[in-house]
């Protein structure tokens, strides 16, 4: 397996717009703009002047005039995350997205398309470099524990071999396993459990009874470095799509310029939309929705995006402030497509092409696709 790791990769879009940004101690504004402006993120060039996340602004400057503060913009994070995932894409279907700039993916049976894995994964390092200009780090083991922790030594490719992986976890302790919980971690530490060399020798039935029995084996394999999960897909399913964006502060629904993306999606495929399902949250996490109906996915694209806004507008209230927005859609068939199609499908699909031309010819004119007839 191999993970990747874009560090700080909030920072590196920023730098990557200013290019004076650069070596300076930089820090995100927090948008939840509380009655006293703090920090949100801050970098390592401001952690090593004592600046840390929730400290005051007034305080911040004081104690580092050159510290630079950007506005947040989650929703560029967000699409760096999804670029980072098509990136990825391209070498192997099988993955899993972590955190902000993280990725973890399985590369095994991909040595006859790309060859040796240590090869693959330094040339997935330059390409996110000279795709996006991004400084990454990867790691290289069988283990998915142990490829994390080899990510974030920080060279450049750490590759840990095959029955290696219980001695390079060893030493790390266990504050870095995120899964185990500050209880638990407490429980270890009070049993002078400090680092992974402390439970690998422990046997399986006594960890059961320090944890939850469900947790043991997970955890086991974690420490040992014996975890080989099996990833999800990368990609989404096919005839699916799936988009979500965050609102960084919330705001008010007209203000979250939901037509203007509908219509960017809407255009951008090459089918005609089979089911459209719209999700959101508002602030205090409450969810909302709503479904197209048969004759709104028959509209044209500007009538429909009109009637999405407007029934996201009709439910969210100006009372409410939106932080999410989701929006799930599938296309064409609305179904994978079989190895063996029936004859019409065959058809159906073939003209798929041929109305998103028609629509985009036409906005204004609805241009009904061919599964609309089977019914009859």
């Known amino acids: 397996m191999l993970a990747m790791w874009v560090p700080e990769l909030p920072f590196q879009l920023a730098c990557g717009r200013d290019g004076g940004l650069r070596g300076r101690p930089l820090a995100f504004l927090n948008p939840e703009q509380p009655r006293t402006p703090s920090l949100w993120f801050v970098n390592r060039l401001a952690k090593s002047e ?23 913009s989650p929703q560029v994070w967000w699409e760096a995350q999804a670029d980072l995932a098509q990136c990825l894409q391209q070498w192997t279907p099988q993955g899993q997205l972590g955190r902000l700039g993280e990725a973890l993916v399985e590369l095994n049976g991909t040595q006859r398309i790309f060859g040796p894995l240590a090869d693959t994964a330094e040339r997935i390092r330059r390409e996110l470099a000279q795709r996006h200009g991004w400084d990454s780090h990867g790691g290289l083991s069988l283990s998915a524990t142990a490829a994390q922790f080899a990510a974030h030594a920080e060279h450049r490719l750490e590759r840990v071999a095959e029955g290696a992986e219980a001695s390079f976890l060893a030493p790390q302790p266990l504050r870095r396993l995120t899964e185990l919980s500050p209880r638990l971690r407490e429980r270890f530490h009070r049993l002078g459990l400090w680092r992974f060399g402390d439970l690998q020798p422990v046997p399986l039935p006594v960890l059961a009874e320090l944890t939850h029995p ?5 955890l086991h394999a974690q420490v040992c470095g014996e975890d ?6 990368l990609t989404e399913r096919p005839s699916h ?17 939901l037509a203007s993306r ?9 089918r005609s939309p089979r089911t459209l399902q719209l999700r959101w949250w508002d602030v205090d996490g409450e969810p909302h929705g ?4 048969a004759e709104d996915l028959a509209a ?6 009109r009637r999405i ?15 999410e927005v989701e929006l799930h859609l599938t296309w064409g068939l609305g179904r994978a497509t079989a190895l063996f199609q029936e004859l019409p499908m065959q058809r159906l699909e073939r003209l798929e092409p041929v109305l998103a031309r028609l629509r985009r010819r036409f906005p204004d004119q609805p241009v009904l696709p061919g599964w609309m007839g089977l019914g009859a």
């Not at 004592?50 to 947040?72: H, I």
């Not at 044209?300 to 995006?305: G, I, K, S, T």
Request: glycine share 2%; aromatic share 6%; with cysteine.
């Open 50 to 72: 004592a600046l840390a996340p929730g400290m005051a602004l007034d305080q911040a400057l004081r104690r580092s005039p050159g510290l630079k503060v950007l506005e947040p």
């Open 214 to 218: 469900a947790l043991a084996p997970t």
């Open 228 to 233: 080989r999960p099996c990833l999800p897909l």
């Open 241 to 257: 799509a799936h988009h979500r964006w965050r609102l960084q502060p919330p705001c008010l629904p007209e203000e979250t310029q």
């Open 262 to 270: 509908c219509l960017r999606w809407l255009w951008a495929e090459s």
């Open 290 to 293: 709503w479904r197209a109906s």
């Open 300 to 305: 044209p694209p500007l009538a429909l995006v």
């Open 309 to 323: 806004e407007a029934s996201f507008l009709h439910v969210a209230t100006r009372r409410q402030l939106v932080r």
